[in-house]
């Protein structure tokens, strides 16, 4: 197939993303952004961390939905009161530091931050109370007629009181630490995101009370099986579920022999826990994150979750003691942590959750349906193959593409970046094996891939102990690039095989994260792999790339060149048009160059999941700007950047965010498509997403998302996802035929 051009006009050519020395690092300057015509300055971008708490009120809106398979309802529920906590432990509380340290200032929108933190307070804890009150008055109920309970102490017979009783003492009773608060116990620390008891019992002999707390064990599952391990998993019969901390509860006697138990409430805490390395010394990094993943458990807090009915006189202690503001307790109907609800949603009732789905391999890696494992490099000689995950499987695709290299004895050399990986990776075996049969393996992990630091530094021993060249990228940056290069020998030349994607190299969350890749053989790819792998591991100042652009040198300015050409095209009267796929769209110089494009008449599209700070259909500004959100089955995980370049589209994928941190403190990686077919593909697979009848949410230009789920008439719009995997069926039948 004859190759898109790719042309000039591009300007595809990057500088290093930046240059460690032993002591300092030297970081791009960016001039200040040209700013949209018209009086627009302080009113043109929405509040990034409230754009957030919209995204997670998207998720609930999926929880709430009666047309959704109840157990994915379930776990709908459960990744709303994750992603909370996660944004309570480094976006609030990160405001909540630069507040404490002066260093603060007033937002792209103008809010001051005291004013900002009492605004998300105010709303987390308003989505908090309907995500409680989902659980509590839709879900739980629909979950009953279902037969799937959850039941407590009161509502057991006694056989089943008895099985629990025996259970509590052999299982559970070893591992409870009573903690008691007395002039010689000081208040105990309380880790973040912990379950825990306030006690209160009485000496029965001098009637004096006392305070003390008990920790549920964060070890064990939290809603514990009353009726077997498989309970449930079948239409029609029982499944009696009840919560580790009732089981507790009811037996606190046990815990305080010959005291009087007064009065018990539950309540979790959650910390700051974002990380603060100091970088200057590349050599100790990796002690400077582990001395700083144990400071992460005594982080201040910045959340009590209570118990509505919890005591005054409890709640004045814990909050005391606690150093807790007024607005940061949440009282919350029980059961609290509701992220507890996923062994429910994990409950084997195929009526209640989606169709089983089956990732099929490409049909450019599996020719015939004998083909069991298709010779992956004779695939890529053949042409470009691009993949989309989850619906084209990853272990026939990527994972198999670096399993052969480890086994192929013409493989020289492999070279990887590692982001975040499954605790049982194959990708990290095969990495192994290259290394231990003598293959150059280099493999770059990134330690500070938030809340994966320790798995990541147990990986990255593990590796160096099999002989591995470990590096952990460049000083003052997160490589958060997604990137393989395998070195061939064929015949008397070496030849460069590569894959670049927008997903990590983690077989698990592949199954469910949507993303894209390349795999390639072509020779410019090869080079830039090279080159930029040589920036990564080593010393290479002043590269330059053919298809590759690369963040924090370049990226920007190379998507805003391309922006303002679109802008040029649609003066020349040309095809011009802009459509972005992403996970959030915050950068203000990228979303100013959209904005020029808007009032230059070009149309843009942006597909965005997560935060969007950019405010479409504002008239002057953004009235040609629409942003579009699909959220659903499969995490949308990829990012696309297509541009109609007068008739000639160009489209790059890769692994960067529209953030300044994936923009300037990040090494990202964006490849241009260089086949018609696989352009093609990708502007249709667009185009679907903004369609009017496909299912999606709209976001206005207050900052206001409404769902568009069905059509005048009430019949459901298209998902796009159950879309995409009957495609692929549809496809691999057409290939058998």
């Not at 898109?4 to 791009?28: F, K, M, N, Y």
């Not at 591992?175 to 208040?187: K, N, Q």
């Not at 919350?332 to 089956?358: E, S, T």
């Not at 993303?515 to 590269?543: H, I, Y």
């Amino acid at each position: 197939m004859e190759p898109h051009p790719v042309t000039s006009a591009l300007g595809i050519t990057d500088v290093p993303a930046a240059r460690a020395t032993q002591d300092r690092i030297e970081l791009p300057e960016f001039a200040p952004s040209l700013l949209p015509e018209g009086d627009f300055a302080d009113d043109r971008f929405l509040d990034r961390e409230l754009s957030w708490l919209h995204f997670n009120a998207r998720v609930l809106e999926l929880a709430e939905d009666p047309e959704l398979h109840l157990l994915e309802r379930v776990n709908f529920l459960s990744i709303f009161a994750s992603n909370l906590d996660e944004f309570f432990m480094v976006r609030v509380a990160g405001l909540k530091r630069r507040i404490a340290t002066g260093l603060a200032v007033p937002s792209t929108t103008g809010i001051s931050p005291i004013d900002q933190l009492e605004r998300l307070l105010a709303d987390a804890h308003a989505l908090q109370v309907r995500h409680a009150e989902v659980f509590a008055l839709q879900v739980r109920p629909a979950l009953e007629e279902e037969q799937i309970l959850l039941v407590g102490w009161k509502d057991l017979d006694e056989r089943a009181r008895e099985e629990l009783r025996r259970w509590f003492i052999d299982q559970v009773f070893p591992i409870l630490t009573p903690l008691a608060v007395d002039p010689a116990h000081p208040f105990p620390y309380i880790s973040g995101l912990s379950l825990n008891l306030a006690v209160v019992v009485r000496n029965p002999v001098s009637g004096k009370e006392l305070f003390a707390r008990l920790k549920v064990p964060d070890m064990m599952a939290r809603l514990i099986s009353v009726d077997g391990p498989r309970a449930g998993n079948s239409a029609g019969r029982i499944a009696r579920f009840i919560t580790l901390e009732d089981v507790i509860a009811v037996h606190l006697e046990l815990l305080f022999p010959g005291m009087d138990i007064v009065e018990h409430h539950f309540f979790r805490v959650t910390r700051n826990e974002d990380l603060e390395v100091e970088e200057d010394d590349a050599e100790n990094l990796l002690k400077a994150l582990e001395q700083e993943l144990l400071r992460r458990r005594f982080g201040p807090p910045v959340r009590l979750e209570v118990v509505e009915d919890i005591s005054p006189n409890i709640l004045a202690l814990l909050v005391r003691e606690l150093g807790i503001e007024e607005d940061e307790v949440f009282a919350l109907p029980a059961p609290l942590d509701l992220r507890g609800m996923g062994v429910i949603a994990g409950i084997d009732r195929a009526d209640l959750h989606y169709p089983k789905q089956l990732a099929h391999t490409s049909r450019f890696l599996n020719e015939s349906e004998t083909s069991k494992a298709a010779n992956v490099f004779a695939a890529m000689r053949r042409r470009d193959i691009l993949l989309h995950h989850p619906y084209d499987s990853f272990s026939t695709s990527v994972q198999a593409f670096l399993e052969q290299a480890a086994n192929d004895p013409k493989v020289m050399a492999i070279k990887q970046t590692l982001y975040r990986t499954s605790g049982d990776s194959p990708i990290v075996d095969a990495l192994i094996d290259a290394a231990e049969s003598g293959k150059q393996v280099l493999a770059l992990v990134e330690i500070k891939a938030r809340f994966d630091e320790q798995a990541n530094i147990t990986w990255a021993r593990k590796l160096e102990q099999a002989g591995v060249h470990v590096v952990y990228g460049i000083v003052g940056l997160k490589t958060h690039s997604k990137l393989s290069l395998v070195v061939r020998r064929e015949g008397d030349k070496l030849r460069r095989y590569c894959h670049i994607g927008t997903g990590n190299y983690h077989p698990r969350t592949a199954r469910y994260y949507e993303d894209l890749g390349l795999l390639t053989s072509d020779d410019a790819v090869g080079e830039d792999l090279s080159r930029l792998f040589n920036q990564l591991s080593g010393f290479a100042p002043r590269s330059t790339f053919k298809r590759l652009l690369v963040a924090p040198r370049s990226l920007r300015s190379g998507l805003i060149d391309r922006i303002e050409a679109e802008i040029a095209n649609r003066k020349a009267g040309l095809a011009a048009r802009v459509v972005i796929k992403v996970n959030s769209m915050v950068d203000e110089a990228i979303i100013d160059a959209l904005y020029r494009a808007s009032q230059a008449g070009v149309q843009v599209d942006v597909i965005v999941r997560g935060i969007c700070s950019l405010r479409p259909g504002v008239p002057g500004l953004s009235e040609n700007i629409r942003v579009r959100s699909v959220l659903g089955r499969f995490l949308e995980h990829s990012r696309v950047f297509c541009f109609a370049n007068a008739g000639e589209p160009v489209i790059f994928i890769g692994s960067a965010d529209m953030m300044h941190r994936n923009l300037d403190r990040r090494v990202e990686a964006l490849v241009s498509l260089s086949s018609r077919e696989d352009i093609s593909e990708l502007v249709a697979l667009l185009d679907r997403y903004m369609d009017p009848g496909t299912a999606s949410w709209h976001l206005d230009s207050e900052g206001d998302w409404t769902r568009h789920h069905t059509d005048e008439n009430g019949q459901r719009l298209l998902d796009i996802q159950s879309w995409l995997i009957e495609s692929r069926t549809r496809q691999r039948t057409a290939v058998r035929r």
